[in-house]
């Protein structure tokens, strides 16, 4: 508990965030005697604290202590931005043998298998597919002979000051490239509903999201379980289309009679969303803020909430503002969502939030801890930029630390008394 509190401490003073990330940018990382002293370091302080271990088996272990306290583990294998096939097929393999570990547990261990599609098709080709579907939704009839069939990805509110020019189609290796990304998720899709263990994928920046939301819209379409979803896409309330593109997607579903389940977030590229809109003088796609956020994101919740008390969706509420989760958990309960329903979860980082986290298990709710894994130096640059893209969300751990300190103080008492 001393280390946990010391780490928290740590996390939440941005002049060593800002000393961390240069260190491990930095050419020391590379040097053999600085290397180890820094891989040290972290692995014995943020890497212990925020992962639930270098494999699988250590990720059975942490599932295992969580469910003995009453919360569930989704399991997100820390690797994203694939550079070539090869890595990407490594991925596949190891979601793959993820998902197999899942149901390997008693199936109120784990709730999600995470899947970054970052780490199934590389970023440039990404961002050239959404470039292309954002043309699509410029002009309707541009004709995009690769693409699948899937929900509405844009909303009229949305920005797509991406894409200025026209892009040109995709070369033939590139749709053979983009075939097997497609197929990549298929497979994990496929695994996923022949075990029953839902699917859970996760968002990035919007110069990629459109391509990472066609992923998940076409892969929900093929796959559900009946009336209940097995793939849940992402949406983050920071942005100012997010819940319009939620309820046009959420729609076009119900038609189709496609059951669809989402993520909620707040967002975690403000930075660089704002850098990028400012480069290329456009305003922000991300609300103007904070209050904005916060009533986005609860307007959001809300809406899911509604549906799933109609019998419509599933959600898993992401968030680590208490004042979200009493809103949520009270309007769960005057709509008369069960508790114990599938249909609706919370869910916090590990390591961080506890307070919250067991504060909705204890009121009956299903609540989940998201559990990044690998080896230290394959986490360390997801870990990177959680701390780039999240300074705001480390210095909000103060009730965590409160907590701990009040904790420490009471043993130290009992000890001594």
Known sequence: M??????LQMASIEPMVDIGIWVMNSKFKHMPIFREVIMGFVKNTF??????????????????ELSNVGLKGMLDYGVEHATENDSCDQSMKVFLQTAESAKSLPSSYVSFVVVKVTALCTPKLLKRVSDLLRREHKNPSFNLPWK???LPLFADSSRLYHTAEKPEPLTVEEERDLQLAHDRLMKICKKCLEIDVELL???EDTSIQPAIDYFAYSAAIKYHK?????????????LKDSKERMVIAKRAAEKMGVPMGFKLVRGAYMSS?????????????IHDSIQ????CYNSCAEFMLDEIANGSGAVVLATHNIESGKLAASKAI????RKDSQKLQFAQLYGMAEGLSFGLRNAGFQVSKYLPFGPVEQVMPYLIRRAEENRGLLSTSAFDRQLMRKELTRRFEVATS
């Open 334 to 337: 005057d709509l008369g969502i």
């Open 226 to 238: 009946d009336d209940h979803p097995l793939i849940f896409g992402t949406i983050q309330a920071y």
């Open 273 to 285: 969303e704002n850098y990028l809109a400012s480069s290329l003088g456009f305003k922000s796609p």
């Open 148 to 150: 699948h069939k899937a």
């Open 2 to 7: 001393i280390r946990s509190s010391l780490t």
């Open 201 to 203: 994928i996760d968002a």
């Open 47 to 64: 890497y212990e604290h925020f992962c639930a271990g270098k494999d699988l088996a250590e990720v059975r272990r942490t599932v295992t």
């Open 292 to 295: 904005q956020t916060h009533d």
